[in-house]
């Protein structure tokens, strides 16, 4: 009955949640590196405020990936587990966001998570299934595959047993950091935690929520650099199906970002303003599809655009364009003026990330760890 009830329940959560130890160094000239990055997260109330650690760093992440040379190509995804609002059928397990190089998109779908408190039990064997088996994990052989499994609780729990979750992670050359959130049930809990780690050749770190590094600003201007933003935000000119979508996550993400902080906020800006959103966005922006080669204006659909752009011809659309473009150019230059190019580097040096310095800090796990394994590859940060 029991291997009938784990079968059943396996299909369902298949169904529900699909979304859509090689070291070969990296040679210089050669196509880059894939790196796919998992954080599984435990969002019970014995890890409250874990979503936001992972959140508001979530740009400084990318950042600091995009920093090193040669730059690797990086997805990252986000599994959460442990609410019971996910459901029973899906023992607790939802995909939160697939893995992706849309950074926007990624830390949209964390905004709208709402920070609720709800006491859930921690099925790890069934997150770490959900995180080998329903992530389209890059099938190269030289990927570096990574889950940052963070949380507590006793990993034997649930319908899953987390030792044949570990073989599906082995098989896919998965590696799996266990991320132990300090409880007083440490004691019963950590050996199954360290199996887990030591099974993918992953490691075991304990860490605590809300434990951050503090970031000084590095723009001390703070309202011209919101009015800046501001400005670059409506430089962009949404249409199409989805374009409306896409410029209302962006906002969001403005907001967002300032409420978790002034650091938070201006990685967020130092992103979008670099090479990798800049001149992206023609899937949505007009701005962006003028830029590009094959932007017929006349195949827009109208009642895709702003009421204010809705009656405009193609010519006196794009002449509009030619002037919220310009304006863009100037808005970029002035806050790439004020948040530099080598901010992030700046950064690289005050943080210090070594693995001597992690001591309970998710974010230092994270990237001395992340670190150590692309230094392997060749890739090096600038210091």
Excluded at 13 to 24: D, Q, R, S, Y
Excluded at 239 to 247: E, I, S, V
Excluded at 341 to 348: D, G, M, S
Aim: glycine share 6%; aromatic share 8%; proline share 4%.
């Amino acid at each position: 009955m029991r291997l009938r009830l784990k079968r059943i329940i396996g299909s369902i959560v298949c169904a529900l949640l699909v979304i859509t130890p090689c070291t070969t160094k990296i040679k210089a000239g050669a196509s880059q590196l894939p790196v796919d990055i998992v954080f599984t997260l435990d969002l019970s109330a014995s890890t409250n405020g874990l979503i936001d650690d992972v959140r508001d760093r979530i740009w400084d992440l990318a950042n600091h990936l995009n920093s090193m040379r040669p730059a690797p190509d990086v997805r990252i995804g986000v599994i959460g587990y442990a609410r019971p609002s996910f459901g029973y059928y899906n023992q607790f397990v939802k995909v939160i966001c697939p893995l992706t190089n849309d950074i926007e998109l990624l830390s949209n779908e964390l905004y709208d998570l709402k920070p609720n408190i709800e006491k859930g039990d921690q099925f790890v064997g069934a997150a770490i299934r959900a995180s080998a088996e329903l992530m389209d994990w890059n099938t190269s052989p030289h990927a570096v595959k990574l889950v940052y499994l963070v949380g507590n609780g006793n990993a034997g729990t649930g319908n899953f047993d987390h030792r044949e979750a570990i073989e599906v992670a082995v098989k896919k050359n998965i590696i799996i950091n266990s991320l132990y959130c300090y409880s007083t049930l440490r004691s019963r809990d950590i050996a199954g935690w360290t199996e887990i780690a030591d099974a993918t050749g992953g490691e075991l770190f304990d860490v605590k929520v809300h434990k951050i590094v503090p970031r000084p600003p590095t723009v001390y201007n703070r309202p011209l650099l919101i009015d800046l933003s501001n400005e670059l935000n409506s430089t962009y000119i949404y249409y199409g199906k989805d374009g409306y979508n896409r410029y209302k996550m962006m906002l969001n993400n403005h907001q967002g970002t300032l409420k978790s902080g002034q650091s938070s906020f201006e990685a967020m800006l130092y992103y979008k303003i670099s090479d990798h959103y800049q001149n992206k966005q023609a899937d949505w922006d007009l701005v962006d599809c003028i830029k590009s080669r094959g932007c017929d204006l006349r195949k827009v659909d109208s009642k895709t655009l702003a009421d204010s752009l809705r009656k405009q011809s193609p010519e006196q659309l794009r002449n509009y364009l030619e002037t919220v473009k310009e304006r863009r150019t100037r808005v970029i230059n002035q806050l790439r003026t004020l948040l530099g190019y080598e901010r992030q580097t700046i950064l690289n040096k005050s943080l210090n990330y070594d693995k001597k310095q992690t001591e309970l800090v998710i974010e230092n796990v994270m990237t001395s760890t992340l670190n150590e394994k692309l230094s392997e590859r060749g890739l090096k940060t600038p210091m």
